[in-house]
C-alpha cells in the first residue's frame, strides 16, 4: 500500500519559491485579543492544514497571511517582507484566498466571478488574452461549474456557490493558495473531489496550500504539515503521522477516541468514543 511518504517522493521538483511566516503575531477584534504572540512558518510546496475547535484562532491567523487582518503586534512575512506594507498587486499575483462566507456582486454571472481571479495579472496596458481565458476555462472545469457559466452566482445553491469561489481562487494562478474551510457546503463526494483537486495543484504545479479543515480525518488524509492550534496558541504542528495521538486530540477538542490507521490512505484516522464507551472494553 502507498504510503504518504511514497507519493511525495513520486512528485516532480517543487516550483514554489516564495515564503510565507508569521512572527511573534498578535492578532484580535477590538479589544479582544485571540491569537497573543504567535510564530509560524508555512512549508513551501507543501499542503499546510490548521485544525482546531472552534474560535481557536485558525480564520484569524489564516486572515492576517492574506492581509485581511492588520496584526496588533508582531508582523506577517510575504518572501520576507511585511505583507501589510506590500502593494496590493504584487501580494494578489503570488497569494491566493478563499475567505470564508465570501459574498458576489448582485447580478454577477459565474464566468465574470471567475473572471475576476485574473485581475492581479492584468497591468496597466495589458489587455484579456487567450491566457486568461484558457485559465478560466480550466478552473471552471476542474470544479465542476463549466456548465453554470452564464448563471448569476446569486441563483446557485450553497454548493455550487462554494464551487465557483474556489475556481475564482484557482484562475487566479499564484503560488500560494489559502482556503479557509473550503469544504463549507459540499457533499461528501464534492468535499473530496476539492481537495484531491488541491492535492493535484499541489503535486503537479509546487503550489503552497494552507486550508482550514474541520474534518479532522480529512486534515489528516490531506495534510503534509498539520498544524493543531487551542485558544489562540500552537499545541502542536508536524506530518500528521507524527502528532495526531489521542492525547492530542483530547487536549484540542476535549474529546475521548482511538487512533487507528486508515487503509486507504495509511494516515490517522481518528474514531471518537461516546460517553459510555471505555477504551478495550468488552461489547
Known amino acids: 500500500m502507498a504510503t504518504p511518504d511514497d507519493d511525495k517522493e513520486r512528485r516532480g ?28 512558518s508555512i512549508p513551501p510546496g507543501e499542503v499546510t492544514v490548521i485544525v482546531g475547535p472552534n474560535a481557536c484562532g485558525k480564520s484569524t491567523l489564516l486572515r492576517a497571511m492574506a492581509r485581511l487582518l492588520p496584526p496588533t503586534g508582531g508582523s506577517v512575512l510575504l518572501d520576507g517582507r511585511s505583507i501589510q506594507e506590500m502593494p496590493t498587486k504584487e501580494v494578489a499575483a503570488v497569494l491566493g484566498i478563499l475567505p470564508q462566507s465570501p459574498s458576489a456582486p448582485e447580478g454577477i454571472t459565474v464566468s465574470d ?19 486568461d481565458d484558457e485559465a478560466v476555462a480550466q478552473a471552471l472545469l476542474s470544479t465542476d461549474v463549466l456548465e453554470l457559466a452564464d448563471r ?24 500560494i493558495l489559502l482556503l479557509d474551510e473550503p469544504t463549507t457546503f459540499l457533499d461528501v463526494s464534492h468535499q473530496l473531489d476539492v481537495l484531491d483537486l488541491l492535492t493535484d495543484l499541489n503535486r503537479e504545479r509546487g503550489v503552497t496550500m494552507v486550508a482550514v479543515l474541520h474534518d479532522l480525518n480529512l486534515a489528516c488524509r490531506y495534510a503534509d504539515h498539520m498544524i493543531a492550534m487551542k485558544g489562540g496558541r500552537i499545541v502542536a504542528e508536524g506530518r500528521p503521522r507524527d502528532i495526531v495521538t489521542e492525547e492530542l486530540v483530547g487536549e484540542v477538542f ?9 487503509p486507504a490512505s495509511a494516515t490517522p484516522m481518528v474514531v471518537p468514543l461516546g460517553r459510555h464507551h471505555v477504551k478495550g472494553a468488552a461489547a
Open 113 to 131: 466571478l471567475v473572471g475576476r481571479g485574473r485581475y492581479p495579472h492584468q497591468g496597466w496596458f495589458r489587455r484579456w488574452t487567450a491566457e
Open 13 to 40: 521538483p517543487v516550483v514554489a519559491e516564495h515564503t510565507l511566516q508569521a512572527q511573534d503575531v498578535r492578532l484580535g477584534y477590538g479589544d479582544r485579543e485571540i491569537v497573543t504572540g504567535l510564530d509560524v
Open 254 to 262: 476535549g474529546m475521548r477516541c482511538t487512533v487507528l490507521d486508515d
Open 152 to 175: 448569476p452566482v446569486d441563483e446557485l445553491s450553497g454548493g455550487q456557490r462554494q464551487r465557483v469561489w474556489i475556481a475564482m481562487a484557482l484562475s487566479q494562478r499564484t503560488d
